[in-house]
C-alpha cells in the first residue's frame, strides 16, 4: 500500500466519521449502513494490507 492508498483510505474515513457525527436519529439506514461499514471495516483492511505486504515482501 503505497502512501496514496493510504492517504485516500484516511479521506474516506474522516469522511465517514463526519458523517457519523453529524447525523441524529432520523439518518435513513441505507447511509448509516454503508458508513459504519467504512468507519469498522477500512481500518482492518488498512492494517491487513500493511501486514499482507511487509510479511511478502520479505
Known sequence: MDRTELLLALIAFL???LVYET???N???FIVI?????LFMLPV???GTAIIENIVSE
Open 34 to 38: 454503508p458508513v459504519l461499514m467504512i
Open 45 to 47: 483492511y488498512v492494517a
Open 15 to 17: 469522511l465517514a466519521a
Open 23 to 25: 447525523g441524529d436519529g
Open 27 to 29: 439518518t435513513p439506514v
